[in-house]
């Protein structure tokens, strides 16, 4: 068996087949073994490198190679691999996640994207690995298009894993959630109201595309994580978070007259005083949802 010698170790040939141990393999490497190749010499002009035969035919991350004449060896042996093993080293192709692919087409003419929402109401790719405010979306027409078609996913596909869908033509858009598809992130002035005092809540960061009317009286703290929640549409099972940011703008509006280790009781809005009624408790233990109207987008 011939092996490789780096600055980090020994190696088997048979241990630089993987992409891997290519990235691995970053100093200078001599051959030993009796049956070792030697390292490969200076090319003739015009003649492509192993590696960037490799990288031509393969199209691999760049974070996968670095330089050094040990990279080409390794290369220079996965490229005598056999067809149906070199394609294992493609990447993605044995790493493709959770079982999908961004853009795969399980039919004619059909797309599946995968996207997770996290409890600030933040929507992203799911395969994005940094995860903050730079990387979700934030184009509002696309947001309130993406929410406004959200469903239970029903389609046969991805159920456990993602457990709504956005459907737009022959797309399939599958979401998880960090809690809850619907996350409140802000509270609006009303509209449309002879008394101009009724307020809309704003949700998953779409402005007045998307909003519900505020129903203090609603309001609800569960028992077993602490977070706020309120009444959402029917349609995403009735339950919305409140983000925590808001939540904590509201924590003075709330009274405790059962003690404060208890769930609050009452919550003070704009000079009026609301008992809570506590519906949502049954829904946020898998009971069946409430009513809600959606305000029509606009635009």
Not at 60 to 65: D, K, L, M, S, V
Not at 148 to 159: D, T
Not at 219 to 230: E, M
Request: glycine letters at 12%; a positive charge; one cysteine or more.
């Amino acid at each position: 068996m011939s092996v490789y010698r780096g600055h980090t170790g020994i190696y088997r040939a048979d241990e630089c087949l993987s992409i891997g141990a290519i990235s691995v393999y970053g100093g200078r490497a001599r051959s030993v073994g009796p049956n070792a190749p030697a390292l490969p010499g200076p090319l003739p002009p015009g003649v492509a490198s192993p590696r960037r035969r490799f990288r031509r035919r393969f199209r691999p991350e760049r974070r996968h190679f670095r330089a050094g004449p040990s990279a080409g060896v390794a290369v220079s042996v996965a490229m005598r691999l056999p067809v149906p093993l070199r394609l294992q080293l493609r990447p993605g192709a044995a790493a493709a996640g959770p079982g999908y692919r961004q853009g795969q087409s399980p039919g004619p003419r059909i797309r599946e994207y995968f996207y997770y929402i996290d409890h600030q109401g933040q929507l992203f790719l799911d395969d994005t690995k940094v995860k903050n405010f730079i990387t979700c979306f934030k184009d509002v027409r696309f947001l309130a298009f993406f929410f406004k078609q959200l469903q239970p996913n029903r389609s046969g596909r991805y159920e456990t894993q993602f457990p709504f869908v956005s459907l737009c033509g022959r797309e399939r858009n599958f979401l998880r959630c960090d809690d809850r598809p619907v996350v409140f992130t802000e509270i609006l002035p009303g509209t449309g109201t002879d008394t101009g005092t009724e307020r809309l809540l704003s949700y998953c960061g779409a402005g007045d595309r998307l909003t519900i009317p505020f129903q203090p009286q609603n309001l609800v703290v569960s028992p077993r994580n602490g977070r706020l929640y309120h009444p959402a549409p029917t349609r995403v099972g009735g339950v919305g978070l409140v983000r925590s940011t808001l939540a904590l703008e509201w924590d003075p509006c709330f009274e405790y007259e059962l003690g404060p280790a208890q769930p609050p009781t009452h919550f003070n809005w704009e000079g009026r005083r609301y008992r809570l009624t506590g519906e949502l408790l049954p829904l946020l233990h898998g009971g069946e949802s409430a009513d809600v109207t959606v305000t029509p987008c606009q635009g």
